[in-house]
Nanobody, 121 residues
Framework: QVQLVESGGGLVQSGGSLRLSCAAS????????MAWYRQAPGKQRELVAA???????NYADSVKGRFTISRDNAKNTVSLQMNSLKPEDTGVYYC???????????????WGQGTQVTVSS
């Protein structure tokens, strides 16, 4: 059983910072891409940032220059440092990982349970 467990959400004022963390646990061979998605009330879930196993990164235009994604392959963790937060960053943030359970097996997508981020104006 593979699980993604997130931590670090909360309430912050506009202009503030938060750091989200996600740890993958269980038995698996390798983690490929890890990412953070978010879903605001009444909106579709959207990609915030992604990082490959080789540490190539990709960001939504709305967070470029403010958010930084990083991962620790030895600890199977991914983090999202969020600075200069805006009210429009409010939403539930989900950790995402593409995981290969065994050598030669197909990739399986896993999601965390979500953590609430609220930015007040």
């Amino acid at each position: 059983q593979v699980q993604l467990v997130e931590s670090g959400g909360g309430l912050v004022q506009s202009g503030g910072s938060l750091r989200l963390s996600c740890a993958a646990s269980g038995t698996f061979f390798r983690i490929n891409t890890m990412a953070w998605y978010r879903q605001a009330p009444g909106k579709q879930r959207e990609l915030v940032a992604a990082v490959t196993s080789g540490r190539s990164t990709n960001y939504a235009d709305s967070v470029k220059g403010r958010f930084t994604i990083s991962r620790d392959n030895a600890k199977n963790t991914v983090s999202l440092q969020m600075n200069s937060l805006k009210p429009e960053d409010t939403g539930v943030y989900y950790c995402y990982a593409d995981i290969r359970r065994r050598v030669g097996s197909y990739l399986t997508t896993y999601w965390g349970q979500g953590t609430q981020v609220t930015v007040s104006s």
